[in-house]
């Protein structure tokens, strides 16, 4: 959903997976929350503090989460 409004330079984006805790197979509960935090952990080029030093330099915000459901960033 999309909705432009000139007056606020904002931009949200939000990354759904299905997953979750439903989908981990028997015996592999946590999978989920694993990669979740994976997320934060960073890539090979920077780590996870740059990342965030960078989003939030521009005043943007990072998060991810994963529950019974779904997954997301």
Known sequence: MLKKRPAVPLVTILTV????GRLEPSGKSGVSTLAHRALHKGTRSYDAEEIVRRIESVGGDIDSYANFDSSGV
């Open 17 to 20: 997976f299905q997953g979750g």
